[in-house]
């Protein structure tokens, strides 16, 4: 299927890579590298596309947009079912003869016998070839950015007890690296919805958020420098944001008369914002910082409330049976002055 979709192009970006690295580890029989491969894409799929997607697969963007996305799921499942054959052979089977009902080829009866959805088993069928002109490092790299913010977005939230359904004011993303901000722009909107903020900042002036500290590998640079080490230890402890930063770039670096490289240095970033208002996390290569704003008024409490009733009034819909068509009436008691206290 084509599509422009971010989520699509990503999702079959992510699976013509996949399907392009279960082909190169088979033929050297390293299969102990394909099942944890196979089984983060599944987690991909269910966990990022298929949530994110939902509103769009209901048709809330249109039918026609629903119908490219639903296709576009389609054949990810029926590429999932031929790549996972030779290591799940009964799931995949189920899947296959549900999935191929819709192929023009199960009900052509001119079509081979071994063709797509005229075969009687998915094991009659070779496994799927990548596509080149699908592979999009650039989509994947986007995606993996996005997750990275909302993970630790996420994680701010858990770290002040801020209740996923309460919003908050303001997420800063920090990332030196313009191009990954500018990624990360076509898919601001859904970190916006997944961590329910009402706006998202990104900016490259680290300088403003955070500073850099270094740390000496100890292993490496101990057996290489000697004696030297405690010297050069010192030395790196003095180490300024800008020159970290110029060390990062260059990936080496003089110092005390010696030559130092990316493997000898640890190079952590510091929130340096006020820790009152903001919440910060780093991811675990420090090239991301994100800082949430934590300061709530009646406003965000008041929103948190609204979707915490939208959540009980659904499961209670849910309990009675009741389909999205029907009608319902909601009856409410307000108790105190009025004030939101939480959700």
């Known amino acids: 299927a084509s599509s422009t979709n971010v989520m699509d192009v990503w999702i079959q970006a992510s699976l013509q890579g996949l399907i392009q690295f279960v082909h190169q580890e088979m033929q050297a029989y390293r299969l102990y590298t394909v099942i944890p491969k196979l089984l983060d894409f599944l987690s991909q799929l269910t966990n990022w596309y298929v949530r994110l997607n939902r509103p769009r697969l209901k048709g809330t963007m249109g039918d026609q947009d629903a119908r490219i996305g639903l296709a576009v799921l389609y054949q990810v499942l029926l590429d999932m079912a031929l790549l996972m054959a030779p290591l799940t052979p009964f799931f ?101 919805k997944e961590l329910n903020s009402w706006e998202i900042a990104l900016t490259t002036d680290e300088q403003q958020w955070c500073s850099l500290k270094a740390e000496p590998n100890n292993k490496a640079l101990g057996k290489r420098l000697g004696k030297n080490f405690g010297k050069v230890r010192g030395a790196i402890a003095k180490l300024s944001h800008d020159q970290l930063t110029a060390f990062q770039e260059n990936q080496q670096m003089e110092l005390e008369g010696f030559t130092l490289y990316a493997e000898d240095l640890i190079v952590k970033r510091e929130f340096i914002g006020d820790a009152e208002v903001y919440e910060a996390c780093v991811s675990r290569d420090g090239s991301v910082l994100v800082a949430l704003d934590t300061r709530q008024d009646q406003a965000l409490l008041a929103e948190g409330l609204a979707r915490e009733v939208i959540n009980r009034v659904q499961k209670l819909r849910k309990a009675a049976g009741l389909l999205v068509q029907d009608e319902i009436e909601v009856y409410f008691q307000e108790e105190g002055d009025g004030s939101v206290t939480g959700a």
Do not use: W
């Open 92 to 192: 995949t089977e189920y899947l296959y003869q549900h999935l191929r009902k819709f192929q023009p080829g199960y009900t052509d009866q001119g079509a081979a016998e071994d063709a797509m959805g005229k075969s009687d088993s998915v094991h009659f069928l070779m496994l799927p070839d990548y596509d080149q002109s699908k592979l999009n490092p650039g989509a994947v790299e986007r995606m993996d950015l996005l997750q990275t913010v909302v993970v630790l977005g996420r994680l701010a939230r858990e770290r002040r007890s801020i209740a996923v359904k309460t919003p908050v004011k303001s997420v800063v993303v920090v990332c030196k690296d313009a191009s990954r901000l500018s990624g990360l722009e076509e898919v601001k909107a859904y970190v916006e």
